[in-house]
Every structure is written in C-alpha cells, then in structure tokens.
C-alpha cells in the first residue's frame, strides 16, 4: 500500500483591522497533513493597497504531518490630516471614502513530492478593514494626534482641534 500523498493546507491569520499608516504582521501557516514529505515548496504573497505590495517563502521539505510559518510585515496607506483649507465636512468626507476598505492578501503554494511529482497550487486568502480616525494638528504646538485622542488629553483639548466630534 502506498502511502498517502503530501498534501499542503495553509491558513493566514492577521489583525481584522488596522488605522492608516499602521504596520501588522501576516503570518501564513502551512501544514502537511498528508503522509510523505512535500519538497520544493513556495509560498507567493500578493497584498492589496499595503506596503510592500508582495512576500514569497520558500522551505526545500516539510516532512509528513510538519509545519512551517513566515510572517510578513504591512504598511497601511497614509491617510493626510486634515488641511487647514479643509472644512470639517470636507475631511469627514475624505475619511469616510477609505473608512471600511478592505486590504486582502492572496497567498499561492506550489510544491511537489519527494519524487518531483508536482501537486496542483493551494491557494489562500484573507482581508483585513481600514478603521479610519480622524488626525488632527493642535493649534498650540502643531504636533498631530487622534480626534479621538482630544477628548481625553489636557495637552491637546477638543477645542484646539478643527473637526468636532
């Protein structure tokens, strides 16, 4: 009886949400739950709207029911503070058109057995949302921080900042 055949199952697992300009990690988990090892094995990383826009991996064996891991770091999009010729309804308008956009990462394993027998590719995919917070820059010191920070800091009042909550 032969054993069974390599066989690569992968799971992605990263943050559900990220602010603008935020960096997370993906981790991509591949396993081979099959009964001989899996040789020659890629892992081709295309991510959606971040920073860098691709990430490969690559591991000569991964033995019958082992496991191999990479992570690959992100950079969300910068998102501009509010200009000081923009009316609050215009910088609201700004941030709600990326608020909720979702950046996926689309991920391709190729690999073979031990006798160079190719397998077709596996493929994986996960997304993650932009959670958009208003940046302000205080009138005092210029130095920008959150909307949402204003409420709570002594430093930087909710009056210093243009766009009211």
Sequence with gaps: MFPAPAQILVNQSQPADVLPSQTYSITASLLNSGGTAATNITLSESF????????????????????????????VQTVPIRQSSETS???????????????????????????DQPYLPVTTQNS??????????????????????????????????????
């Design 89 to 115: 309804v215009a910088y609201e308008s700004r941030l709600g058109s990326v608020d909720g956009r979702l950046f996926t990462s689309t991920g391709v394993v190729t690999f073979s057995d031990a006798g």
């Design 48 to 75: 959606d709207g971040t920073t860098p826009p691709a990430g490969s991996g690559s591991w000569s064996s991964i033995a019958a029911n082992g496991n191999q891991s990479t992570a690959f770091e992100e950079t």
């Design 128 to 165: 993650l949302q932009l959670e958009s917070e208003p940046q302000c820059r205080c009138e005092v010191c210029s130095e920008e921080y959150s909307a949402q920070a204003s409420k709570f800091s002594t430093r930087h009042p909710a009056a210093y900042c243009g766009w009211m909550p």
